[in-house]
């Protein structure tokens, strides 16, 4: 079942992360006011499903040296401390970073005019959308020393960038030592052998509701046609299909679920950082690794603090930066550190480039959700 080879080259990858604390005392600068930002954002959880607070915004800067504007599917109290060490080196730029949907950012470049201006960087985990917003001609090139430090996979024609690399890794809760598998192979014997102990306990992505969860499940399949084996054994146990990754985490934590499938590990770590009964598990064979492409749309009306952005994103600081929230950094001058879970060598990163326009082919994506639904019921 295990692939051979890899191209991976280098990756750092996260020990852990943090969840969110609304605790002053431990905040200072931009940190305390994305910490404010989020509360009011919770205050605004009333609003209309689709609704975009104004809570989503933060600024920095004096805007005496310009402007720019980052759109981002990124939780903005992921982003305090990289903002506040972008606001240390141009403290002159202007800078409004806003959270969105990954739906929403694709949409405010791709129907960007004269009265809904584009946004400098768009930066998202929808990664076939990100791709799509290059292939239809949306992105403008950027090449820099510090593009030059990244690994083949993560760009495509110098407009799409892989700004992080978060392996998927496989979640439990209170299973015993023997259960827990090191493979895919022995996560399909378990659910074969101990189908009944887990029933209903283990969750997943649903690939026809999640966008996220088509793309990993996708991406297994091209690893290995033995994932079907897979979803036909985990369809034995009644599995639980979800639309979110923290819905997920948030099952294991109340104990309804024993495992979840597929889970973003940068997720998935900071759980398990504020919850020790939660643990991480790195399949040996292979783990499949996504990234959040960034992108400056050629219609951004700051391109030259867009250029300024993205590089620091990609610069050590802004790596490292990321790799202390629980993103993996993508530079090949970083190594991965001693803590990381998983061996480098088999990482299988989606790659950022054409292959994930397939994802957008409807034709395909009813081929798939028929065989799912076969191999979920055990045809």
């Known amino acids: ?31 305390l006011a994305v910490a404010l930002v989020i509360a009011g954002a919770l205050a605004d959880a009333g609003r209309p499903a689709g609704a975009q607070s104004r ?25 305090g401390e990289l903002l506040e060490h972008w606001r240390a080196r141009y ?27 584009c946004p400098d960087i768009a930066w998202s985990s929808a990664m076939d959308l990100q791709i799509k917003l ?25 407009e799409a960038f892989g700004v992080t690399a978060e392996p998927i890794v ?19 014997r378990l659910l074969r052998e101990k189908g009944a102990a887990y029933r209903g306990k283990v969750a997943a992505y649903d690939p026809e509701r999640s966008g996220t969860g088509f793309l990993f499940w996708n991406s297994d399949v091209r690893i290995t046609a033995d994932t079907w084996q897979l979803v036909r054994a985990m369809g034995q146990t009644g599995p639980k299909l979800y639309f979110f990754a923290h819905t997920m985490l948030d099952r294991v934590s109340d104990g309804d679920q024993l495992f979840a499938y597929n889970t973003i590990s940068s997720y998935a770590r900071a759980r398990a950082r504020e919850e020790p009964a939660i643990g991480v598990v790195a399949f040996e064979d292979y783990t499949l690794v996504m990234t959040r492409i ?60 054409p292959e994930l326009l397939a994802y957008q082919d409807q034709s395909r994506r009813r081929i798939f959700f028929r065989a799912w639904r076969k191999a979920l019921e055990g045809e």
């Open 1 to 31: 079942m295990a692939p051979t080879g890899s191209d991976w080259g280098r990756i750092a990858v996260p020990s852990a992360g943090r969840r969110f604390r609304a605790v002053a005392g431990r905040m200072s600068g931009i940190a």
């Open 55 to 79: 809570s989503d915004d933060i600024s920095v800067g004096t805007g005496a040296a310009g402007s720019l504007t980052v759109v981002s599917s990124i939780d903005l109290v992921e982003m």
């Open 91 to 117: 403290p002159d730029i202007k800078l409004t970073y806003r959270h969105k949907n990954s739906l929403y950012v694709y949409s405010d470049v791709a129907e960007c005019n004269d009265t809904r201006p």
């Open 134 to 158: 290059v292939n239809d001609g949306y992105a403008a090139r950027h090449e820099s020393p510090a593009t030059a430090m990244l690994p083949p996979w993560a760009v495509w024609r110098n």
């Open 170 to 188: 496989l979640v439990k809760m209170r299973v015993p030592p023997e259960d827990v598998p090191r493979t895919h192979a022995d996560f399909i």
């Open 294 to 353: 960034a992108l400056i749309p050629k219609q951004a009306p700051h391109p030259e603090q867009a250029h300024l952005f993205l590089d620091f994103l990609l610069s050590r600081e802004g790596q490292e930066d990321l790799a202390r929230r629980a993103f993996g950094t993508v530079r090949l001058d970083m190594p991965p550190p001693a803590e990381a879970g998983a061996d480098p060598a088999r990482l299988r990163p989606i790659h950022v480039g």
